[in-house]
């Protein structure tokens, strides 16, 4: 089996969001396993697709100033609200019928967890996986903000104990969507080579697949479909739905 490694791409956040859902949705190999990692064209904060946007603008309030001039997209999948303004970001689909796939959610965060927790021991970062959820009282709202606190099978820093890394996932019939964020600041901000970074990581997690990882081009997607859910995406029907 091969495991797609897509170019890098940067885009604004409900392009970045389209695109996702469109490497689930249509993509030519369906059988075929698809990573890429991507950026941001201007600073971004993006959602799940179950928060209320009320608390989601409530906490944006409080974490960044002048949140009007952020793009603020609500994501496919489900989680809390991400900051993208410094992280490191990236998407993978495990098509049906994949053992992965067929696993629990629980399965397939600590299966994709470890391999970036690896790739950050690779360079030296503490790194493991969260063994237990850990509730904060004190903390109003974190559970609904992502890097506030560390979930099950979540990336932490062994030594701060700073959540390094979350992710969040969608399942339909076509497959497993699961898109992740690496906090750079905690694990080691520009001190770490994020290229080595990402090789390593695409490495350790198609050995995890049981798979080759192979440099892929983009592929062929219809422009009228990537439009048409980029402008979804972008609507204040889609955005402010709940």
Known sequence: MI????????????????????????YPEAGAPRFRHYEWAVPAFTFGYSQKIAFVREQLARVAAEPARFDLCRRPTGGGLVDHRDDWTYALVIPRGHVLEEQRATHSYRVIHE????????????????????????????????????????????????????????????????????????????????ERFGDEFVLMLARSLDAAAESRPWPEIADHEIEALIEQYSSPDWIESR
């Open 3 to 26: 495991l797609h490694v897509l170019p890098t791409r940067t885009a604004r956040a409900a392009e970045n969001m389209a695109v996702d859902f469109l490497l689930l949705q249509r």
């Open 115 to 194: 391999a970036i927790a690896e790739a950050l021991r690779a360079q030296g970062v503490p790194a493991s996986l969260q063994q237990r959820a850990e509730p904060d009282e004190s903390m109003e709202g974190a559970a609904g903000v992502c890097f506030q606190r560390a979930e099950i099978h979540d990336v932490v820093h062994d030594t701060t104990g700073a959540k390094i890394a979350g992710a969040a996932q969608k399942r339909n019939k076509h497959g497993l969507l699961f898109q992740g964020s690496i906090w750079r600041p905690a694990a080691g901000g520009d001190a770490l080579d994020w």
